[in-house]
């Protein structure tokens, strides 16, 4: 597929600059508002998993880049006789499902933007262990900084199939502008209002992603 844009412009140029001082300027003022809550999700959490109260996970960044995502914890440490995680489904507890479902669990995202790490908008970051399962085509999806938001979260998150999601992301690195980027940012706080495809049938969020089916 062809690149939509010549990313050597300097239109294009100046508005990935804009991209990045809107990105300082939303996280640092959606921390300082919703500090009270993100004291008190951290103090439920302390309470009812103990420490740590973040969930840190080595993820695919911008480029390839790794780096390491910030979350609340929604799930226990329980492990089976032979010291192995049992399934995420019975170690997420109510208070996990309850801030997965309304996102509240991904609000310390807010500090790998400022890190720059992540965007508002982006394709998801994706675990490192994928690292080696991508097309090229699909590996295009990391020519933008990964995002809090997305493409795939504005058209349907986790109901949609590993294949419908990486098109999706390479369609957004394609076409990517700011106005783009303000149009994705009201339709993913519609879906997270709306709790919308917060889980894949039969799972907790979604079943990995294995490759090419044929492979």
Not at 154 to 182: C, I, M, Q, T
């Amino acid at each position: 597929m062809a690149h939509t844009h010549n990313r050597t412009t300097f239109g294009w140029r100046l508005q990935f600059t804009c991209k990045r001082l809107f990105d300082l300027l939303v996280a640092a003022l959606v921390l300082a508002l919703a500090s009270p809550i993100f004291g008190v999700v951290a103090l439920l959490v302390r309470v009812q998993l103990g420490a740590p109260i973040f969930f840190r996970q080595p993820r695919i960044g911008y480029h390839g880049h790794e780096f390491s995502i910030l979350k609340f914890r929604t799930m226990t440490d329980a492990r089976d006789a032979q010291g192995n995680y049992l399934p995420d489904d019975r170690r997420l507890t109510r208070l996990g499902k309850f801030l997965r479902s309304t996102t509240l669990d991904e609000l310390p995202e807010l500090l790998n933007v400022l890190r720059g790490e992540m965007s508002l908008i982006g394709p998801r970051p994706l675990l490192i262990e994928y690292r080696a399962l991508y097309t090229p085509e699909q590996w295009r999806r990391h020519d933008m900084p990964p995002g809090m938001g997305g493409p795939v979260l504005a058209s349907g998150r986790n109901l949609l199939s590993w294949e419908e999601k990486f098109a999706l992301d390479v369609w957004y690195v394609d076409h990517w502008s700011l106005w783009l980027d303000f149009k994705i940012l009201f339709k993913t706080a519609w879906k997270v209002i709306r709790r919308e495809g917060v889980s894949a049938d039969g799972h907790v969020t979604m079943p990995k992603f294995e490759g090419r089916k044929n492979e």
